[in-house]
């Protein structure tokens, strides 16, 4: 495990309802490292994550200084994850 934070669930109304939790501030500049040596293009980083016992991939995007965690509604609504939820997040940059 590289980083652990607590984070909000936040939603972006898009043409369909996408789910995020926002890395805290701290974390971007290690993770934009990371990103540096391993993204596939526009600073998207390829991530574990583990929420609540359950590890899943997914990739982080760098939004505004930070980055965004997707959450699927596949691993979302499982967990009993809404909108607004401070949830413990487990990132994993090695695997």
């Known amino acids: 495990m590289d980083f652990s934070f607590t984070g909000e669930v936040i939603e972006w109304r898009g043409p369909a309802p996408f789910y995020f939790i926002e890395t805290p501030a701290k974390c971007a500049p290690e993770i934009k490292a990371i990103a540096a040596d391993k993204s596939y293009g526009w600073g998207v980083l390829h991530a ?46 090695d695997f």
Request: no cysteine; glycine share 4%.
């Open 48 to 93: 574990m994550v583990t929420i609540k016992n359950q590890t899943f991939k997914t990739a982080l995007f760098p939004k505004q200084g930070t980055y965004l965690v997707p959450l699927k509604n596949a691993v979302r609504l499982p967990l009993e994850v809404a909108v607004g939820d401070k949830v413990k997040v487990e990132l994993d940059f």
